[in-house]
């Protein structure tokens, strides 16, 4: 009877063991193409891969008019999908990248903090997404190292002679796109990062018309290379693979050549997922690039700390929620709340600080309990009494997921 229970307990920890290693997250940024588009050009390798998951419609920008509103240019979208928040937080304004707050972790730093031997790579036709961004080998990362990257290649003026069309770009989109799908092919890395700029270019260059459309069919070409890199992983090796493709920012509407600003198309982004278990925030909800970092941190089982996770904008696309869209306000010295349950079992407890330790140093916010009220109530009023700031952070904790909120009086500077 012993040698039995010895024997399925070695049985379900290998099974265990087997599943936690076998799971393989991919996530790729294509640059600066706005939903109307990818729903209205044929792009064939994208349906597939939706086919298998879900396509949505989604949103960069932070929340317009408010304290995360953030700028709708590349470097800070880029930055928004890696630390699943906005830009009032990882400090990345514009594409110069000049003093990214990293005490807001990436994916890529949780990962190796709990997973060290787990494999991380970076493929890119940008080489600041992995030195500035990602913060490879800096020490205000804790000297984080990734185990591969292919990038750099624009830099390479003699391979790449830098010509007035830009096919210099596409060629290095090509160059990234072989080498990941060939490194997914021979290596498996567990996470990576695959990111192509010619769409963006081409955007730029010609506005919305035949040849910006063309650069999007080029793309999807390049999905379907990378897709068929993942599903022959999953058939000869058995590995379950997760792939999220987005972009990091629309387009205006009047030429389709610009974007930063906040208009509709230009904060309109879309998700391509071949995910199981998309949930109805996903489908219907309009959720952010910035929900796409905890959903590989769900899919990979990386556990993001309770001090970090009281940080994070963006929630799960993936099982279940308690709630979303969370509202914050404070009137006559009451903190006014509402959010919208998905799920209403269980209660929400109700923090607040009114420090931002966390933003300034990486350290600990002193978070109070302010009220415990069931998720099916949708709507908590606190009296903040005692308190007088210009500044509170919410944090609203519930049982199947959190939301966070800050909120910030139009004087102060947070
Ligand atoms: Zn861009």
Same mark, same amino acid.
């Given at each position: 009877?012993?040698?039995? =229970? ?238 999220? =493709? ?68 963006? =929630? ?64 908590? =009023? ?33």
């Amino acid at each position: 009877m012993k040698a039995t =229970i010895l024997s399925i307990t070695i049985f379900l920890f290998s099974f265990t063991a087997f599943t936690q290693n076998n799971k393989k997250a991919i996530f790729v940024i294509v640059d600066g193409i706005p939903a109307d588009l990818i729903e209205k050009l044929e792009t064939p390798n994208l349906d597939a891969i939706a086919k298998v998951g879900g396509y949505t419609r989604a949103h960069v920008g932070g929340e317009k008019g408010t304290y995360s509103q953030s700028p709708t240019i590349s470097a800070v979208g880029y930055n928004h999908l890696l630390t699943g928040v906005w830009t009032n937080k990882h400090n990345v304004w514009d594409n110069d990248i000049k003093d990214p707050n990293y005490h807001y972790w990436t994916i890529f730093r949780f990962l190796k903090q709990e997973y060290p031997q787990k494999k991380a790579a970076v493929f890119s036709s940008w080489l600041d997404n992995r030195t500035k961004l990602v913060g490879e080998g800096l020490s205000q990362t804790g000297k984080l190292q990734l185990d591969y990257h292919f990038d750099g290649l624009e830099l390479d003026t003699v391979n790449y002679p830098h010509d007035k069309d830009a096919n210099y770009m596409h060629r290095i989109d090509e160059a990234v796109v072989d080498n990941a799908a060939e490194y997914i092919r021979t290596e498996s890395p567990d996470l990576s990062w695959v990111y192509l700029e010619y769409t963006d270019d081409m955007g730029h260059k010609y506005g919305d018309g035949p040849e910006f459309y063309r650069a999007i069919g080029l793309m999807d070409k390049q999905m379907g290379r990378l897709w068929e890199a993942i599903q022959y992983r999953e058939r000869t090796f058995k590995e379950n693979w997760v792939i999220y =493709i987005t972009t990091d920012h629309g387009r205006d509407s009047a030429t389709g050549r610009n974007h930063g600003g906040q208009s509709t198309r230009e904060r309109g982004t879309w998700i391509v997922t071949n995910a199981k278990g998309l949930n109805d925030y996903f489908k219907t909800g309009n959720p952010g690039v910035v929900d796409i970092m905890p959903s590989i941190a769900k899919f990979m089982n990386v556990h993001i700390p309770k001090d970090q996770l009281m940080e994070v904008d963006g =929630i799960p696309l993936t099982g279940r929620l308690s709630a979303i869209a969370p509202v914050a306000t404070i009137e006559n010295g009451k903190l006014k709340l509402s959010w919208k349950a998905l799920d209403k079992k269980g209660n929400a407890k109700i923090w607040v600080a009114n420090t931002n330790n966390f933003k300034t140093d990486g350290s600990k916010d002193e978070y109070k309990l302010m009220a415990t009220v069931p998720v099916s109530k949708q709507s908590a =009023i606190i009296d903040l009494k005692n308190t007088t700031s210009d500044f509170y952070k919410i944090y609203i904790e519930m049982p199947e997921n959190s939301l966070v909120r800050w909120v910030v009086k139009e004087a102060a500077q947070q």
